[in-house]
């Protein structure tokens, strides 16, 4: 019998909010659920027979590459995964790399993983692979990056001394939390690039489907006004449906 | 008028995806748009699916759910409004997922349910506010069925929801009086049964903590700069300097902690 909990702190916030999916969408999309008891019946427990333990990866949990890596009876050794408070890297960043061969190097970071605390860095930490080789074709050499993990081998870059520095949270005057580098003090802000998702580059960038889409202003406006009336009341008022009847007595037990 | 004015602007309208300050320019394009709409709204059976340019696509781009705080600056009717334009998407939504796997092809979107699902739940989590502010008000109750939580006759906590009779509890001779009178059963059936599932629960319990206390002093072992505040928050049953203490949390290094 597994407990539904234990889905619940798989998948990181960043990744939901790239993928602008609903959270229960991204949690059906990966999970894999063999069985459950029969619903409607109250002598079964609400129980489900699921896979806990997967195998994150570079791909993204709802695509069809990560479930092939977490194919219903693959059993991988378990990845330990250092907890972090309060996740420092976004897109978009400026970092150093501190390991590898590109040591001393900056890159941008194009993907975050924050399932394996994770960061990819575009350019950076590279390796050749070699797809598609056969007998007569010699294959296709492409050039893909390793990610690089957060907690040990990259670090922030202040803005203006482009150095690497350690980073912390703390609060401004106006009370924004923000990152500080703790060398100089400075505030590292939040790339633009970090509210770039599936959908869209940036918020101002998204062209709405005018059939579906609600715009932002007649989302906003403000119809609601306070009445002493319950939902039910204030319909029929509006609609001009009149009860006169009034309910017989009955008793709740 | 208003009313007809209001339809226009819900009339197809489900998902919404908040744009900043510039964007009002464009949006306000949209209205007007929306008013010479050129669409003709079917008013058949052809509004269970979707129109009919959007059936080759792959790809149906829809904004996201509404959310609970921009639910709550809506008027009853329109959420009542609302309520039916999610409805009639849903429906049709879940007519051309059946049809795409009658017809073994790819249902492009699928996340467009869960978000029309959660903006329907947000909904009716805003109007069960509103009324239940409303009879708190009045009456001092929620106006809402009434949970009880009892101890079922095998010993289990339940909810039990009463319900409604037109005879009071006294004159009514058909209504069965479940556990509500007698409570627990003293037999040696369910006596075995609380012992075996108190046995089971323990044993989660037990498992857990260990798997827990396992995974802490591996953590310990592996990460040398692990913050120790951060690892108490995360397993708040583990006591860490127990966990420090054991052989398995060595690493091949000088703990700094």
Known sequence: MRIYGYLAKKVGDLTIKYSNFPESYVKKSYEQVYWKTPAGYPQYKKAQVARKKYRFTTNRPWTGQFRQQNEPGTLRKKVFVEPIRDWTFFRGDRVEVMVGKDKGKQGIVSQVIQERNWVIVEGLNTHLRVVGKDKNFPGITIQSEAPLLVTSDVKLVDPESLKATDVEWRYTEEGDKVRVSLASSRIIPIPKTAEETIDYKSKELYIDNIEKDTTADAATKITFAPKLRTFEMDIMEEMGIKEDRVPAKSYWY | ?257
């Open chain 2, 1 to 257: 008028m208003n009313t007809v004015i209001i339809k226009n602007i819900f009339r197809s309208t489900t998902t919404l995806c908040m744009r900043s300050q510039k964007s009002i320019n464009t949006a306000a394009a949209c209205i007007v748009k929306r008013d010479f709409h050129t669409t003709k709204p079917t008013q058949d059976l052809m509004e269970f699916f979707d129109a009919k340019k959007n059936w080759p696509e792959t790809n149906i781009r829809v904004g996201r759910a509404w959310k609970l705080d921009e639910l709550r600056l809506k008027s009853n009717t329109d959420l009542h409004k609302l309520w039916y334009v999610l409805l009639k998407e849903r429906n049709m939504l879940y007519t051309m997922e059946h049809e795409c796997n009658e017809r073994v092809r790819l249902f492009p979107n699928p996340e467009r349910i869960d978000k029309v699902e959660e903006s329907m739940n947000n909904i009716e989590s805003v109007i069960r506010e509103r009324n239940i502010a409303y009879y708190k008000l009045e009456t001092g109750e929620t106006g809402e069925r009434p949970v009880k939580d009892v101890i079922n006759l095998i010993g289990m906590p339940e909810k039990y929801q009463p319900s409604e009779y037109d005879t009071p509890k006294f004159m009514n001779t058909r209504w069965v009086r479940p556990y509500l009178k007698h409570g627990f059963i003293n037999s040696l059936a369910v006596k075995k049964f609380r012992r075996l599932y108190n046995e089971k629960i323990h044993s989660e319990v037990r498992k857990a903590h260990n798997r827990d206390f396992n995974h802490v002093q591996h953590l310990l072992k592996r990460f040398p700069n692990l913050d120790m505040d951060t690892l108490k928050a995360e397993y708040p049953n583990v006591d860490i300097e127990k966990a420090k203490r054991t052989k398995k949390s060595r690493g091949h290094f000088m703990p700094t902690y």
